[in-house]
């Protein structure tokens, strides 16, 4: 089933359970929700109206709960556990991987959390204050510690009984990781290298000892790629001492993907983002909070155009027309400089820049720049010396746009460079901000330069 049909299938299910519900009829709803899979019915149940969502989820087999459980959204778990009793708190919780208990706690307040720690049982409450322990975004809190390891002596049908017996308490049974007896990653094997192996034969014979892990301080971007890079459905997590700990399954690194590009859009859009939150179901105070935060930075560095504008009043007075060209230069920067933040910030993501190196990166973008602004120059001075009826304001216009797009594109690369050189994200240099600094230096770029044409070396026409 495609994306849109879920989605469509989710829509459905939800329109017919709130008509059952509001209607009493409480075996029906739970006929309705029997076949629908776990995903659709966490969305459906979502969608839901706040009053209604704990009773139908009340009404799902407890493990088919558990399951729908950890597809819902942050908000919607944490409306759940207030309108569930304690005893189906706890329950609920208690039932949970352990990576998706860590991202719920870190929804909840602190003393929501202390208060579930201390009900958890001592096996889980280990677990989880270890995954709490980790920093937040490395593998460490990431992974899930729910993972079956052999051993090398074991044979293929011992491991293969093994896999059976874990299988229904653990993540992902594709992978399988090979530990000594100190807990040392040794090797890795598929289930499909398990099954097609002699039954007699040993797990150390089988396996492959060149293993591709991560380190519980890796942040998760990191796993992310490797986890691209390889096409693994999961990758191994080892502690400094190089034991196995955890896996990172590849569902838990689409969630990582989604919050990445999420947070990069919000910033080349100069929109503060909040952790892992809805956008749009945030409130209109936080939402404006948020946006002001840029806008006034950004209002600030928009009066430099202000301030060079009013310190050219003379060329100006002199040539009124030159001011009609003012916007088509600066918009022209301002989407020139957007763009290259735009491919670069994208190359750093994606790791593809870094093979090219930063200073070529940025030589490449100018001579873009610069061959941009020449192309646009055959459209623009016939034009403006048409509006202007002079060559000088013409050439002036034509000039300076050659300059603003090599110094934008200039700009717009090196800029988010210089912010990941420094540990910084580089899509905080988004696009409103570098469109800011190159309306500032077109401006004047533009005004010195048609003063030097103009009132230096000709008399206007």
């Known amino acids: 089933m495609g994306e849109a049909n879920g989605i469509q299938v ?3 299910v939800a329109q017919q359970l709130e008509s059952l519900l509001e ?6 709803a739970k006929l309705l929700l029997g ?17 209604l969502q704990a009773l139908a989820f009340r009404l799902l087999p407890k493990d088919e709960a558990i399951e729908v459980y950890e597809y819902l959204d942050a908000a919607v778990q944490q409306t759940l556990l207030e309108r569930l009793r304690s005893g189906e708190v706890l329950e609920l919780v208690e039932e949970m991987s352990p990576d998706d208990r860590v991202r719920l706690f870190d929804e909840l307040p602190a003393k929501v959390v202390r208060r579930l720690l201390a009900e958890l049982s001592p096996a889980e409450r280990r677990i989880t204050a270890q995954l709490l322990g980790y920093e937040a975004e490395t593998a460490g809190r990431l992974m899930t510690t729910e993972f079956v390891d052999l051993k090398e002596f074991h044979s293929a049908a011992q491991a293969l009984a093994i896999v059976r017996r874990r ?7 594709y992978s399988l990781y090979v530990t000594d007896g100190s807990r040392h990653l040794t090797g890795i094997l598929s289930l499909r290298d398990l099954v097609t192996a002699d039954p007699e034969a040993r797990i150390g014979d089988v396996m492959t000892r060149e293993v591709v892990s991560v380190d519980t301080d890796t942040n998760q971007q990191e796993v992310a790629r490797a986890i691209q890079r390889y096409d693994f459905l999961a990758v191994p997590v080892v502690d400094r001492e190089q034991r196995l700990v955890g896996i990172v399954t590849v569902d838990d690194v689409i969630d990582v993907i989604e919050q990445e590009a999420t947070r990069d859009l919000y910033a080349a859009g100069a929109v503060q983002a909040g952790d892992e939150d809805d956008y749009f179901q945030s ?22 155009t202000s301030a060079v504008i009013a310190s050219q009043e003379l060329v100006l007075k002199q040539v009124v027309v030159l001011a009609a060209f003012i916007p088509l230069l600066i918009g022209t920067g301002g989407n020139v400089g957007a763009q290259s ?30 061959l941009l602004g020449l192309l646009m120059v055959l459209a623009v001075v016939p034009w403006a010396a048409y509006v202007a009826g002079s060559w000088g304001v013409a050439t002036a216009a034509g000039l300076s746009l050659v300059v603003i ?15 990941d050189r420094l540990g910084l994200d580089p899509a905080l240099m988004s696009a409103p901000f570098i469109a800011t600094i190159t309306d500032v230096a077109g401006v004047f770029i533009y005004l010195q330069l048609a003063s030097w044409l103009l009132l230096r070396v000709a008399s206007p026409a």
């Open 10 to 12: 989710a829509e459905v």
């Open 23 to 28: 209607a009493g009829n409480y075996d029906g």
């Open 35 to 51: 076949p629908v899979q776990e995903v659709d019915a966490a969305e459906a149940i979502g969608s839901l109206p706040r009053t």
């Open 167 to 173: 299988a229904r308490d653990t993540e992902t049974i």
């Open 283 to 304: 409130n209109l105070f936080t939402v404006a909070r948020r946006r002001v935060v840029w806008l006034l930075v950004l209002l600030v560095a928009n009066s430099g």
């Open 341 to 370: 933040s735009t491919v670069v910030i994208r190359g750093l993501s994606t790791q593809r820049l870094q093979a090219m190196g930063a200073w070529r990166a940025i030589w490449r973008e100018a001579v873009a720049g610069a």
């Open 405 to 419: 797009t090599t110094l934008a594109a200039t700009a717009g690369a090196a800029l988010p460079l210089l912010f």
